[in-house]
């Protein structure tokens, strides 16, 4: 299933894009698309059989924003240096282990909501991203498979990172990575049953129409399964958190100088294999 949240910023409600591409309304039978949903079975069997039946509403697209695909994200766990290409681009070893990093929930906006260059930056950077949604508690995992099992589904992520905050500034990653804005998601939250194979879809983004990524997730250094894995050994998962799996190469970091760092005006578009496509104009915060 495709799920996802149109309506206006903040009060967006729960739907479902069908097969034949129409958008349907499931605000009749479920509240929200959030963890708690994910991690009930029933409700999701209502959602499909509704669907299948042909139960559901269709929406006027029209005007209609769609929103983040996922309410009340507990946290987002993010995964640095996780492709060989882009760990060769920017002249960094691959990691003997996954670079982890968070970002705060409330980074996330809509697909095509604007993103905001944060006030005194000079580096703001793309990175298209497979954002991985957890269905259920996942601590202490075993293995690759048991980890993916502990999967509600998968969406398009944009890690927006602030190079100079993020490096050049002492301390954390995290500087560079929770400007207002820095973490589009969406358009869909695509069940873990429509990706059979996370290793193998393709990410690409584009700036102001020129292509800049074009990578697949066979590159990754660390597969989604052993992510999900290794990030359980530290911390628990719960239904709703957000794992970002990591960019491949072609980020405006890893370009020669004059590096092509975003500025205002400028448009990105991102897609995964499957997943949808994001739209951002770029804003001066």
Same mark, same amino acid.
């Given at each position: 299933m495709k799920l996802l949240r149109v309506g206006t910023e903040g009060r967006e409600r729960p739907a479902l894009l069908d097969p034949d591409g129409t958008l349907r309304d499931l605000s009749e039978i479920v509240g929200d698309i959030d963890g708690t949903l994910l991690a009930d079975e029933d409700a999701l069997g209502r959602i499909r059989s509704?669907?299948?039946?042909?139960?559901? /509403?269709?929406?006027?697209?029209?005007?209609? !924003?769609?929103?983040?695909?996922?309410?009340?994200?507990?946290?987002?766990?993010?995964?640095?240096?996780?492709?060989h290409d882009h760990a060769r681009e920017t002249g960094a070893e691959p990691p003997a282990e996954p670079v982890v990093f968070f970002k705060a929930p409330d980074t996330v906006v809509g697909p095509d909501d604007t993103v905001l260059i944060p006030r005194g930056s000079v580096k703001t950077d793309w990175e298209v991203e497979l954002a991985v949604v957890i269905g259920r508690t996942a601590r202490y995992l075993e293995s690759a498979e048991e980890a993916l099992a502990h999967v509600a589904g998968y969406a398009v992520a944009h890690d927006v990172s602030e190079r100079e905050f993020q490096i050049e500034r002492g301390?954390?990653?995290?500087?560079?990575?929770?400007?207002e804005t820095f973490n589009p998601l969406g358009p869909w939250l695509v069940t873990a049953d429509e990706v059979p194979d996370p290793q193998n879809?393709?990410?690409?983004?584009?700036?102001?129409?020129?292509?800049k990524q074009n990578g697949t997730t066979a590159e990754q250094i660390f597969p989604v399964g052993e992510v999900v894995r290794?990030?359980? !050994?530290?911390?628990?998962?719960?239904?709703?958190?957000?794992?970002?799996?990591?960019? /491949?190469?072609?980020?405006?970091?890893?370009? /020669?100088?004059?590096? /092509?760092?975003?500025?205002?005006?400028?448009v990105v578009e991102l897609e995964v294999?499957?997943?949808?496509?994001?739209?951002?104009?770029?804003?001066q915060a």
């Amino acid at each position: 299933m495709k799920l996802l949240r149109v309506g206006t910023e903040g009060r967006e409600r729960p739907a479902l894009l069908d097969p034949d591409g129409t958008l349907r309304d499931l605000s009749e039978i479920v509240g929200d698309i959030d963890g708690t949903l994910l991690a009930d079975e029933d409700a999701l069997g209502r959602i499909r059989s509704a669907a299948a039946d042909g139960d559901l /509403p269709a929406l006027d697209t029209a005007g209609l !924003r769609t929103g983040p695909p996922l309410a009340r994200i507990g946290k987002i766990v993010c995964i640095g240096l996780n492709y060989h290409d882009h760990a060769r681009e920017t002249g960094a070893e691959p990691p003997a282990e996954p670079v982890v990093f968070f970002k705060a929930p409330d980074t996330v906006v809509g697909p095509d909501d604007t993103v905001l260059i944060p006030r005194g930056s000079v580096k703001t950077d793309w990175e298209v991203e497979l954002a991985v949604v957890i269905g259920r508690t996942a601590r202490y995992l075993e293995s690759a498979e048991e980890a993916l099992a502990h999967v509600a589904g998968y969406a398009v992520a944009h890690d927006v990172s602030e190079r100079e905050f993020q490096i050049e500034r002492g301390g954390t990653w995290d500087k560079g990575k929770n400007c207002e804005t820095f973490n589009p998601l969406g358009p869909w939250l695509v069940t873990a049953d429509e990706v059979p194979d996370p290793q193998n879809l393709s990410l690409r983004l584009w700036v102001n129409g020129e292509l800049k990524q074009n990578g697949t997730t066979a590159e990754q250094i660390f597969p989604v399964g052993e992510v999900v894995r290794y990030v359980s !050994r530290f911390m628990t998962l719960y239904p709703g958190d957000v794992v970002n799996t990591g960019t /491949p190469a072609g980020v405006a970091m890893g370009h /020669p100088e004059p590096k /092509p760092y975003l500025r205002a005006g400028d448009v990105v578009e991102l897609e995964v294999t499957g997943l949808g496509r994001q739209r951002q104009v770029l804003a001066q915060a």
